[in-house]
Structures are given as C-alpha cells and as structure tokens.
C-alpha cells in the first residue's frame, strides 16, 4: 500500500523488496551500464566514424544528452518505486505505452546482444584446444581447394571466424540452415541468463559481483597482449589520427547519440527498476554521478582498451599483407528469447545481428528518450520533479540538470535524429565473398527491400507502444464516459 503525505510526496511501506548494500545495487547499475555496448559497440563506432573523430560527438552526446536521462531515470524510478511501466503510467496513464517502448527495445536489444554472449562462450570453450584453431588453416579445409585457397588469400583467424564459426553465407538472403554449435552456444547463453535472475535482485545483485571483477581483469590484461602483437602501432594510428570528414555525416551523430545511451544502458527500463528498490530518501544524484563517473572513467578505459582493438586490427593487416519475474515466466521467456535468436545461428546470422543493432539498437533509442523527457518536464512537471528531488536529496537541484532536462537534450536529440532521417539513403552492408575480385576485403551490398522493410520494423515495433498506450487509454476514457452517461439518463428515466 502507498500513501500520499506532505507536498504530494509518495511513502511506500518497507514490503517492497530492497538491495541487500548499497554496494550490491551501485555494482549492479554499473553491471547493467558496462557491457557489449562500450566493449564492442564502441571500438566498432571508432573503427567505422574516423577512429578517435568519433570521440568529439560521442562526448558532446555523453555529456548533454546520456548522463542527464541517466540520472532522470534513477531519480524517477526511486521517489515513484515503480518499475518501468509502472512510472510511466503513474506519471499519466496517457504514457504508460512508454514502459511498454522499454521493454520491447530491451528485447530486441537481448536477442542479439546474447547472440554474442553465445559466440564469446563458441570462442571460450575452442580456446582449451591445442593448438588453437585460429592460429592455423583447420583440417577440413584440406578437403577443399575452395576452401585452402579461402584460408589463403584471408588469414587463419579470418577462416576460424567467417568459414569455421559462422560457416558464413555470401548473401544476407542465403540464410541456410541453423548451425548446431551456435544453438548450443546460444541455449547456454540464455540458461546463464536465466541462472543469473530467477530470484530477481536477489541473484542479479550476487552475480554481479563475479562478472564486474571478471569484466575489468579482462580488459586489463588484454591491452598488454595487444601491444606486442606486430602491427600494432599501425592500428593505433587509426585510432590516435583521426579523419574529421566524418563528422558531416548525419549516421555519425546518431550513433554516437544512441552510443551514450548504450554505454550508460538507457531507455531499456533496468535503471528505473532497479532505483525502484532503494529507500526514498536515498541521494540519487550522488548515485547518478557516481555511476556515470565510473561509466565515462571505463570509456576512457574503454579508449585504452580499444588500443586492443585497433592492436589487433593492426596486426591483423600486417599478418594479412607478408600473411525480474517469478520462475515460471522467466523460463517461458527465456526460452522464446532462444527460440526466436535461432535466426542469428543460421548462416546469415551475423549479417541479421548488424540489421538489428543498426536499425532496432539506434532510433528508437532517440524517440523513447523524447517522450521519457517529455513525460517528466512537461506532464510531470519540472518544478514538480525537482521539488521532489529535494526531498530526497536535501538540496536544490543544480542549474545543469534543469537545463539539459527542459531545453538541450530533447533540441539536440530532436536535431540529430531530422538530420539523420533528412539524409539518410538505403543502407547497405559488407559481405564475406571469397568469390569478391576484391577478396579478402569485403563486398558491398545493398540490403534488399525486405530487409529494408523488416528494419524499418524494428524501429516502428518499439515505438508503436507509445501512441497505442495513449489511443488505448482514450477509449477507455471515452467508454466510461459513455456508461456513466447511459447511467445518468436511465436514473433520470426511473425518477421521472
């Protein structure tokens, strides 16, 4: 039960569950921030935007648009104790299709997210081999001139990964059947998923614990491998020289917009619920920048450990060139989720994950985080909100926030995405064709009309929830309307 006290503050009574520390639930915001979205999506980014060009708009992005939502969402969550449908409903029943948004981007996001989960264990249990199999041309291969010459012309880790793991087709239609090494490694991923949240903050909170330490072990002895490898330098070159002609382009801007959303994990739902189990009175802005502090310190981190990446990639080319829900329900979905991630396993797959992380992982981040905006400052109320936030800090709330919240996040967000959807053309995708006059690099490709239009899909799917909510909540209203206005005229009837 909830009660409504002084200044239209909220009180819960002490049923709802709570975080064992504040250190379990700081470690799992930071947990649920740090992940695929700085480890891969990041040096990815850098690679594709001009290597260190792409700092400039991500940081602007970080700094005005990702850390001010970042702290909205801790702070909403916490004083409503709601989880993420239930704060947007609460705040009007007009926006409970927000929640709705959240949720259905989270999904999307997992399937493919959990996808590379699956390939990092496909890699973890060939790397107890001796020797490992991507540092030499596989056995099969000697079966097939095709495939000696393929392992030839590219290099051994480029054939363990496009012939040997993905056994990759030409053509992102070519999908062909499923690969049974990948369903394995993909139902292990889930089951992992699954072990990790059954009992909720309770198991998530415990889990955490390992992964974070894992999580920074490795990106620490990674970059020392890194820097030995021959080329390196090369790489880093990339990296550290940056091309700044990339910045005229819309797609950067986007991307590194979306990029400060992922890095911090926003609009997924997960930071309202999990600031939904802190006691009110908790100081959340001091959570917000404690959390994002160690989010942007890892980016940085992060630029360190892209000297990895691009290590990598340097190496590569000069070896190239002289050579929260009960039991029952979490199983259901866990198991649809693996059901529907088997399109990443098929031959394609890999081509199918870039479809959905460029489409679904990007502007429906923007739109969501709109309306999230919107719904706070100009439903909520600003003055409202901020009230609030006094109440549980104990101090006003800084010029910063109230700035970014009212005017400078949803103009800059709102400037980026027109830009982006004022230019953009069909996209088209690189594929692995060692048939390619040009081979070993890739061949590019327009996607089809149907990918297009499945694209476009995923970008609408999200989004739809938002003004479906709205229409929804209207007839309702527009019904009880029309009841208690039936009901007024028999009453009027059965007086006369």
């Not at 005005?64 to 969402?73: D, N, Q, R, T």
């Not at 081999?129 to 291969?141: D, Q």
């Not at 909720?200 to 990106?219: D, N, P, Q």
């Not at 198991?335 to 890999?350: C, E, H, P, Q």
Request: aromatic share 16%.
């Amino acid at each position: 039960m909830s009660k409504v006290s002084f200044e239209g503050i909220i009180t819960e009574d002490d049923k709802r569950p709570h975080w064992e520390n504040k250190t379990q639930y700081l470690l799992s915001c930071i947990g649920f921030a740090v992940g695929f979205g700085n480890l891969w999506r990041f040096p990815y980014l850098c690679h594709i935007y001009g290597g260190g060009a792409f700092l400039i708009p991500y940081a602007i992005a970080l700094v005005f648009e990702g850390i001010p939502i970042f702290h909205l969402e801790l702070a909403i969550g916490q004083f409503l104790r709601k989880g993420s449908i239930g704060v947007w409903s609460h705040i009007s029943p007009y926006l409970g299709g927000i929640g709705y948004a959240c949720m259905m981007i989270s999904f999307i996001v997992g399937k493919y997210y959990n996808m590379i989960i699956a390939w990092v264990l496909w890699y973890l249990g060939n790397s107890f081999k001796e020797p490992l199999p991507w540092s030499i041309c596989l056995n099969e291969a000697s079966k097939w001139v095709d495939l000696i010459k393929e392992c030839d012309h590219s290099s051994e880790s480029n054939y363990f990964w496009y012939r040997y793991t993905l056994n990759i087709s030409m053509d992102i239609t070519q999908t062909g059947p499923v690969l049974w090494w990948l369903v394995v490694s993909l139902a292990s991923s889930w089951i992992i998923v699954y072990l990790c949240t059954v009992q909720g903050i309770e198991s998530t909170g415990k889990a955490i614990y390992i992964s974070i330490s894992f999580l920074y072990v490795t990106l620490t002895a990674f970059p020392i491998y890194a820097l030995t490898l021959p080329g390196a330098i090369q790489g880093l070159f990339y990296l550290f020289i940056p091309d700044f002609t990339v910045l005229k382009n819309p797609r950067t801007w986007l991307d590194a917009a979306t990029q400060s959303f992922s890095s911090l994990s926003l609009v997924f739902g997960g930071h309202i619920a999990y600031s939904s189990y802190n006691p009110q009175k908790n100081d959340c802005e001091k959570d917000s920048v404690i959390i994002a502090t160690v989010d942007c310190l890892t980016s940085i981190y992060i630029i360190y450990t892209s000297i990895t990446i691009f290590s990598i990639l340097g190496f590569k080319a000069t070896i190239n060139y002289g050579d929260c829900l009960d039991r029952s329900s979490l199983g259901i979905i866990c198991f649809a989720s693996f059901l529907l991630g088997l399109l990443f396993t098929t031959r394609s797959g890999s081509y199918w994950i870039e479809v959905f992380d460029n489409y679904g992982g990007s502007i429906p981040l923007l739109i969501i985080s709109l309306f999230e905006l919107y719904g706070v400052v100009y439903v909520y109320g600003l003055k409202r909100f901020c009230d609030n936030m006094e109440w549980m800090t104990g101090r006003p709330v800084h010029f910063y926030w109230k700035a970014s919240w009212q005017f400078i996040s949803p103009l800059l967000m709102l400037s980026i995405l027109l830009s982006y959807l004022a230019v953009q053309r069909p996209s088209t995708y690189t594929a692995w064709n060692p048939s390619y006059e040009g081979f070993p690099l890739k061949e590019s490709k327009f996607y089809p009309r149907s990918v297009l239009f499945i694209g476009a899909s995923l970008v609408v799917l999200p989004c739809i929830f938002i003004p479906t909510g709205a229409i929804y909540h209207f007839k309702e209203v527009l019904l009880k309307r029309k009841k208690k206005q039936v009901l007024h005229q028999c009453e009027s009837t059965e007086g006369n």
